[in-house]
């Protein structure tokens, strides 16, 4: 079965070509990936952040108060 592509092949080559990657030497493929990969840890770690801030300020306490999370749901309209 030669020329057939794996699923991780086609998926490497959809991305070179999405990218326009495939005209670039190896070095700056390589240095194209290592800032994407520098760009989606700033994305996910500041995220993860973000998300544990929220939870500690906002959620933490209505959760383990046994709250409604803020929704007003039963509570009687003034």
Not at 9 to 24: E, P, Q
Not at 51 to 60: I, T
């Amino acid at each position: 079965m030669a020329g057939e592509m794996s699923w991780v092949g086609k998926k490497i080559h959809l991305y070179n070509v999405t990218m326009g990657l495939y005209m670039l030497d190896w070095w700056e493929r390589c240095l194209f990936n290592i800032l994407v990969l520098i760009l989606l840890w700033f994305v996910c770690f500041n995220g993860s952040r973000f998300a544990s801030d929220v939870f500690e300020s906002h959620l933490k306490a209505r959760i383990f108060q046994g709250s409604n999370y803020g929704l007003a749901i039963g509570t009687p309209s003034s």
